[in-house]
């Protein structure tokens, strides 16, 4: 099974959030922080070296468009 990763740069432009807000979606001391968003894979020995599934990114993106129709029909 092949997978997509996505480097931040390209996920900042496939959800359209900067990668600040991305930091804060994943820091679990942030007001922002989200603990359904996509986890970041190491990508080699340096911690500094980070992606996403592609397709974790897609099942959350299909959950807030869930979540935001649900309460947008209960309005």
Do not use: C
């Amino acid at each position: 099974m092949a997978h997509t990763i996505l480097r931040k740069n390209e996920l900042t432009n496939k959800i359209k959030i900067s990668r600040s807000h991305i930091e804060n979606r994943l820091n679990p001391k942030s007001p922002y922080y989200d603990p359904t968003f996509p986890r970041p894979i190491k990508l080699g020995n340096g911690a500094r070296s980070v992606g996403f599934l592609e397709s974790d990114v897609d099942r959350w993106i299909e959950q807030q468009i869930r979540l935001s129709h649900a309460s947008s029909n209960q309005e």
